[in-house]
Every structure is written in structure tokens, then in C-alpha cells.
């Protein structure tokens, strides 16, 4: 398959090369790009700043086609993105580590931040990457910079300012996606941007997608699966309050409706015949019902007589004020985050059964205020200081209000051990549970960063911060017995909603994290530097469903050692761009998520490991010819883990996955892209081909050797024109070879035993047209 992608590669470079020899002068100047980040919160070169950073602008995110955080992990090595269950359920991993993003009370290991704003769950704000400046990702704990839920990296989003001048900008695509039916997608998106006033500036930016559904169901009679409507606006207002003090006010709506994503992709085993193939075959008529005819997990066809339903929103409110003071700059920046979401459907874990209705309803709030004063750049000492608090609030089962699921005609039939007295049941018809789980936390830090330039070859960087955070959790669950039980005797709600762990929680955590590092540049084109840092995320409490006891509710703090070497060089005059950077990050009792039971439960590693490496480079090829080209390698270990979660055969409650390597975390990850621009009659023509690669990795959190996505390259072309005034036209396709990408794999163990596992699978190929306008 790779030498496939590299022939398909070349060809299309071929096409775009065969045009005049020579290009006109308007071609660009044969030098790399220079990217300005602002990774340290101050603006910089990316050559100058002394970490593993992968910087996109916008620019090259148009031209190769990347639309959401799927498509940017393409381009940066040590990113990948996990979805599962709904749209908001996204979660990002950098060097191997990162979190379950179907656990809301899990804390991510990779922070998100758009606009210096942190966004408290992954999935909420960045469905489609639209009017973006650039994004940065910050490789290893960014602890003191960035505060808590940093140990993995950070994602920096940084969109475009409201603009000076007018500016307008209109977008359409339509394309296919080939799944287990094929299915058209459309994307509409547009931005306006300008003066109101000699000192106010506005920009207006809106988003909607529609997908039509991309799994085929089985099942007679019934829809099929996962389409996609969503739309995202936002509005902002730059006002220059003086000559040296300006107020950007942001707010955003998004919003998935009306979308039945994202259901999984199953396989029942069938040897010996498991209980979901034996309750079917058993009960099956007497609802008119028989077995899936199709039991490969990754064809994308399933079998449901309901889809899972699912919808959410986000609304953000944020303000900015930027201020001279003397030579230094005060910054402020106040942020609110409500979001909510809801995932229903009548057939759990695609069961067909009618065993029970289910209703998950979650919200949150947050507010956040930072401050900081960062002195002027150039000086022998550049420095900053400040502040942060962030408030947090979540809240699962609205409020006891909603029964999370409802018992349905299937469930008194549902067999149970033969040690269980007759009278015990799963349930009657309408039995009911319900949940009312909440949790909030206070978190305050200072923090400061200075660089002492000791001559013009030599720098010292060292930061501390001091945080504390103090956390509240509460399980109130309950269950409501149908007239249909006069018994009372109810095994689901034992199961599900007992009323045994309803709890009250504390957690507190205070500490001190920091960094240092030391930076030599042997000339202006050379830079070497060694990087220790040290971060730390605090504990927390399962408040999920389930029966887990009290005593196994809570986890610990976790923290994590860092040391970095690393070199960047521009070489050629500043042709080529290199970056290179080695590590050794010692995670202590590593935050870990397993499925256990009927719940996902988070508990502690003793200690995970991640060595290796990243190296990447931007070339300057000729006029117009541009190329990036990065690898990863990780050996992500757990070096001890006694509690790891268990796969089949092994019924224990932990299993010691000591010495084995994290999920979903590959030995070797590599990017290639090439990209071509001319000077033609009526304006320029295009093209790019981006071409990625991974080594095989285990897909679920138990290991299970079962559960393992071998080898793939994913290949993305593209070929455009656009005119002198402003219409581009390009055609693309993305994943060219329709190579099957499993996201993430999770147990389905509804009747106890090991029935099943779910696939969560990557986007199929698509092949589509889009047209840009720019006024």
C-alpha cells in the first residue's frame, strides 16, 4: 500500500509539473515559511521556541483539506484523535498518552485551548476548524505555562482576529463518503470580517454540515446509522478602548441535532455461542427477531432496531483585554463554557432485544480568569507572571428527573445464574433508574517563567507554579419499581443504579510543578537545548453508573517527570528546516480507564513510561514546490500496573499489565507532504498529497491481543485553481485506498460474560469538490 500512495503521489505532482518551464515572477521565493507561535504565551519563531511544537497555519489546512481534529492528527505524528460514542466524545492523545473521551469525569492529558481559553471536554468547539489563524501542537507536560490536564501537550487553536480591512469569505463542499452505503456530505461555511468604526472591528463566522447515514442496518424496517447535522456560529468584537489597550469579545454557538452517531460496529464471538446469540435464538420469535446475519466488525453494517441518538451543544463566552503597561503587556482573559448532551436509543448495545431503553443526559459548566504581565521581547531577561482560577461543574442523569433507562418486555425473560433464587429477575416491564451524579472543582494557580539571555549564544529558561485545587463529587442514584414487580426484586438496578454506593466525595490536591531549560545556539541558523519538567494532575472520583463500590470510587493524583533534548536548524538558506528532539517521560501513578463490569472505571498505574523520538522537516524544493516530512517513535510502556483491566478468558477483577505497551499507542508514526503552486494564465493552480503511516497498536484499554489494528498509510490528494479574483476550485480525496482505521475497540459485556467488543472506526474514503470565495 505505501508504494501505492508514493506512485499516486508522484503522478499527481506530474500532472501539476507538466505547464510552462517557467514560472512567472509572481511564484514565491524559494525559502521555508516562517510560522510565529505563541507556545510560551509570547510571540516567537517557531525555531526559537525550545520544545517540540507542530505548527499548521490555516493556509496549509485549506489547501490540504483539513476540516476537523481527524484530519490534523494526519499531519502531526504524535496527535491522534479518538472518538467514540457521540461527536462531543473526542478525545486527543500525544506521544501515547491520553484519556477515555467517554468518561466526562475524566480529566484529558492533552489540554485544548482555543483563544487561550481551556476547553473542559475535547469534543466541545473544534467539530470543524473553520476561519483558524494556526494551530500548535505542544509536544510533552506543559505544567507550568498551561496548568492542569497538560501531562501528554497541549492544543493551541488560535483564529483570526476580526480584520482592519473589509474581508469576506464563502465555502462549499460536497462530496461522497464510501462506508457500508454510500453517502453524500455537504459543508457550507463563511466568514465576514471589517471596521464598524475607526476603533471597533467585527468578524462573523458560521459552519453547518450535513451527512447523510454511512452505516447500513440490517435490521427490516428500521433506519440506518450515523449520519451528521451540525453547525457551529461565532461572532467576536475587537475594540481599541486606547493607543495602547484593545478588548476582543468572543462568543460561539455549536450544536449536533437530529444525528444518530456515533454506533459502533460490532462482533459477537460465536465460538462457544455467547449469550446475545443464545437469548436471540431463545427469544428471538416471540419479538421477531433473528441473529445479524453480519458479524464483521468493520464493514461498516450493523444490526439495530434503534440507532443511537444522540445530540449536544456548547456555548462559550470570552473576553480578552490586551494592555500596555510601561514596556510590559497585561493580559486578562475571562472565559464561560456551558455545554449539554443526551444519547438515547431502545436497543443497548445492539442487543435487538427489547431489553431496555436508555437516556444518558449530561451538562457543564465552566468559568475561567487568567492574568498575566509578560514583559517586552529582545531583552538580556524576558519574563512573565500571573494568575489563573477556573470553576468547573458537571452534572449526569438531569438532576434524578429523566429515568436513565426503562425496563423493557424482554427483561423479565433475561436469564440470570441458576445460583440465584427463582424470584430474582433482571427486571419487569417498566421498571425504571435513575441518576444523579455531580461533581465541581476549585482550581487556583500562580505561575512565572524567565529567560535569562547570557550573551548571544547561551539561554536559561526556568518557570514554577503553585496550584491548588479542591473537588466535590456526589452519586445519588434510585430506581422506581413497576407495578409489574410486586416482588421488588430488581437485578438490573442493583446493577446499574444501586442505591449502595450513593456518596459524597472529596478530593484535594496542592503542589508545585516547573520546568527549566537551557538553550545553546552555536550560530542564528542552530539551536540545541535540555529540558527537565515537572507536572501534575490531581485525583478524582467514578461517579458513572454501575455497582463498584464506594472504596473503588476514588483515584489519585498523578504526576510526570520529562527530560528533553532536542535541535532545530535551518539549513540551504533557510531552504530546509529541520527539528529534532529525543525524551524520557516517567509518568507516577498514571491515570488510567478500563471497562470493568457494566461501567468504565479510572484507576491508577503505578508507573507508565514513553521514550522516543520526533524529528520533522520543511523543505523548500523550488518554486512553488514545497514538501513536510516528520516520524514519531514511542515505546509507551507500562513499567508497573498491577489494576489493569482484564479481557477474556480472565474473569479477576485486575490483571497486571506490567511491562506491556499502552493502548492505541503505535511504535512508529510518519507524515509526507508534498504541495505545488504555479502562476497560470487566469491566476495559479494547485496541488497536494499528503501521504501517513503507523505501525500496528492494540485498540482496547484491557489489551486484548484480539483488538489490534495492523499497519496502514493513509493517503489525501488534492488538485485545484484559483483566479485572480479570488475563486478557488479544487477536487480532492481523502484516504484514496479506503483503508479501514479502527479508532478505539470497547468490551460490550451486558450479560456479564464476553459477548462482544464495539469498533469505533475512522472516516472511509471520500471524494468530493470544493469552491471558495474570497471578497
Known sequence: MTKQSLLAGAAMLGVLLAGPKHAQAADAAVAVEEIVVTAQKREQSLQDVPMAVTALTGATMAKAGVVDMKGLANLAPSLKAVENIQPTAQSYRIRGIGSNPNIATFEPEVGLFIDGVYMPRSGLGV????????????????????????????????????????????????????????????????????????????????????QQRL?????????????????????????????????????????????DTTNADLLYYTNPPNAPLQLLAALGPAFGLSPCPNNNPSDRKICTTDPLHSSGHTNTLSATLTA???????????????????????????????????????????????????????????????????????????????????????????????????IFTLGQTGDR??????????????????????GETVSVTAGLRGQTEKKHASIDNSFAISPLNPAGINVISAVLTPTTVNARFENEMTNVV??????????????????????????????GGGNAPIADRPFGKETVDNFEAGAKVDLAEKRVRIAVT?????????????????QFLVNNAEKAIVDGFTASGAFALAPGLSATAAVTYLDARYDKYTGGSCHFPTFLPACDLSGQTLPLASDWRTNLGLQYQRTIAWGSAYGRVDWSWSSKYLTNSNLDPRNEQSAYSLVNLRVGTETAGGLDVSVFANNVFDETVIMQDGVTNLFGTDPAFQRYLGPPREIGVTLRKKF
Open 324 to 422: 500596555q503597561l510601561g514596556a510590559n503587556t497585561l493580559t486578562s482573559i475571562s472565559a464561560y463554557t456551558g455545554y449539554g448532551s443526551r444519547a438515547t436509543s431502545a436497543d443497548i448495545a445492539q442487543a435487538l432485544l427489547p431489553i431496555a431503553t436508555t437516556d444518558d443526559r449530561q451538562k457543564g459548566e465552566t468559568f475561567s480568569q487568567e492574568v498575566r504581565l509578560t514583559s517586552p521581547s529582545g531583552g538580556d531577561l524576558e519574563w512573565l507572571v500571573g494568575g489563573y482560577y477556573l470553576r468547573t461543574e458537571y452534572a449526569s442523569g438531569n438532576g434524578g428527573k429523566t429515568a436513565a433507562y426503562v425496563l423493557g418486555p424482554a427483561a423479565p425473560f433475561i436469564p440470570l445464574s441458576p445460583a440465584l433464587p427463582p
Open 433 to 454: 433508574g435513575f441518576v444523579n451524579s455531580r461533581s465541581d472543582s476549585d482550581y487556583f494557580a500562580l505561575f512565572g517563567q524567565g529567560t535569562w539571555h547570557i
Open 582 to 598: 529525543a525524551f524520557h517521560t516517567v509518568y507516577d501513578n498514571y491515570q488510567d480507564a478500563g471497562f470493568v463490569g457494566l
Open 514 to 543: 516547573g520546568n527549566l531549560t537551557g538553550q545553546y545556539r552555536p550560530s542564528d541558523d542552530a539551536m540545541v537545548y535540555l529540558t527537565y519538567s515537572r507536572g501534575a494532575k490531581s485525583g478524582g472520583t467514578n461517579i
Open 215 to 259: 452505516f447500513e442496518n440490517l435490521q427490516p424496517g428500521v433506519a440506518d446509522a450515523n449520519n451528521l447535522n451540525r453547525y457551529a456560529v461565532r461572532a467576536e468584537v475587537e475594540v481599541d478602548l486606547s493607543e495602547t489597550a484593545t478588548l476582543r469579545i468572543a462568543g460561539a454557538r455549536s450544536e449536533v441535532f437530529d444525528t
Open 127 to 210: 467539530s470543524d476548524l473553520v476561519d483558524i489563524e494556526r494551530i500548535e501542537v505542544l509536544e510533552g507536560p506543559q505544567s507550568t505555562l498551561y496548568g492542569k490536564n497538560v501531562a501528554a501537550g497541549v492544543i493551541n487553536v488560535v483564529s483570526k482576529a476580526p480584520s482592519h480591512d473589509f474581508e469576506a469569505t464563502l465555502e462549499a463542499t460536497l462530496s461522497q463518503l464510501h462506508g457500508g452505503k454510500n453517502a453524500t456530505a455537504g459543508r457550507l461555511a463563511g466568514s465576514i470580517s471589517g471596521p464598524l468604526s475607526d476603533r471597533v472591528r467585527a468578524r462573523l463566522t458560521a459552519v453547518g454540515v450535513s
